[in-house]
């Protein structure tokens, strides 16, 4: 089976982990303190606190922002779950706006119809990899006073006008999960130039406390281990040689698949680095896109749909739904497929993935 997705995992992080468990120093310590440090470095910001996971990230960097009940959040429609829920998390109200189609981010038309007084925050999501229109956003956004997030789960080392995305808003939320460009097996962390921002953060993540027994607020423990540092440090010193595979790959699929008039391929914008965290097609006629993927997976290739539903229609959001809000967003979720795409992949493996695909629209 030729996988959508799959962690490169090498002798670096065997050698990492070994030497953690060894030290008998597993729970959050140098090691976690040396992975904020380098991350911190590499996306050009003041501060990274490494927490439990992707979401909590979100959650920590809305809290830290001082974001609850009676605020307004705007979040893409098209987007993990992830992005919205933690915004009701926090006592706030998400409010959705649609998508572009060339980056896949949130749409700058859409935002300036659903900010409002009650905006507190808008989160920008870079998808799939690509950069949104971040200054077009941000510029909405902070003309009506509010904060801007970067979720930045899939988008470890993509550039926006050269700069690293998770530098360019207030605070800003990373995944590092099992399938993203960097992994800790589970992982997050939250990043800002914000001092005051970092220390709500540290709060939050290590049960209030200032100095041991000392708890001057409410948190919770979102540390993580020592044991995961080591794996995503490992992670970090070949990121970039990671999504340079990524991005070969793409452009030979891009190459080959462009080709095809009933696909439409990733674009990558004259002012962005794309990191293909997935590479997703459009199936230009939606009763194609399901028969695609069954093809691929008789032919032992995974496919998948990232994502087979906007948030708007989501049952656990329905309380915060516009029927029609986000057209763009619900099209976009009957028209996408991702194929595989991971460093790991062979040269032999793109090429049966892109020959399955052309055999598919052979036939019809």
């Excluded at 960097?182 to 100095?211: P, S």
Aim: net charge negative; with cysteine.
């Amino acid at each position: 089976m030729i996988k959508i997705s799959s962690p490169s995992i090498g002798d670096e992080e065997v050698k990492a982990v070994t030497e953690v468990l060894r030290s008998g120093y597993l729970a959050y310590g140098p090691v976690a303190k040396e992975f904020e440090r380098e991350f911190a470095k590499y996306i050009g910001v003041k501060h990274a606190l490494a927490v439990v996971n992707g979401t909590i990230a979100i959650y920590a960097a809305l809290k830290a922002l001082g974001i609850g009940p009676g605020d307004e959040v705007v979040v893409p429609d098209f987007t993990f779950f992830a992005t919205a829920s933690m915004v009701v998390a926090t006592g706030a109200r998400p409010v959705f706006a649609d998508i572009e189609l060339t980056t896949y981010g949130m749409d700058p038309s859409s935002l300036e119809k659903v900010i409002s007084e009650r905006t507190k925050a808008v989160i920008v999501v870079h998808l799939y990899g690509h950069p949104a229109r971040f200054d077009e956003l941000a510029g909405i956004a902070r003309e009506a006073g509010a904060y801007v997030i970067e979720d930045c789960a899939q988008a470890h080392g993509a550039e926006y006008h050269g700069k690293k995305v998770g530098s360019l808003g207030d605070v800003s939320a990373f995944s590092f999960y099992a399938t993203k460009n960097m992994t800790m097996g589970e992982g997050g962390a939250v990043l800002t130039d914000n001092d005051e921002v970092a220390e709500r953060v540290e709060l939050l993540r290590n049960h209030g406390q200032v100095g041991r027994y000392n708890h001057v607020t409410i948190g919770w423990n979102f540390r993580i281990t020592n044991i995961q540092a080591a794996i995503g440090l490992a992670q970090l010193r070949k990121l970039d040689r990671m999504n340079d595979r990524r991005r070969e790959i793409a452009r030979r699929y891009d190459e080959e698949l462009s080709l095809i008039d009933a696909l439409r391929t990733p674009s990558e914008a004259p002012w962005a680095r794309h990191v293909y965290h997935l590479y997703t097609v459009w199936v230009e006629r939606e009763e194609d896109r399901d028969k695609l993927a069954e093809y691929l997976r008789s032919k032992g290739i995974q496919a998948a749909v990232h994502y087979p539903k906007p948030l708007h229609l989501q049952q656990a959001l329905a309380e915060y739904s516009r029927p029609g809000c986000c057209p763009v967003a619900e099209a976009a979720s009957r028209h996408v497929l991702s194929l595989p795409m991971h460093p790991l992949l062979t040269d032999e493996e793109v090429e049966a993935v892109i020959r399955a695909v052309k055999e598919f629209f052979s036939k019809k």
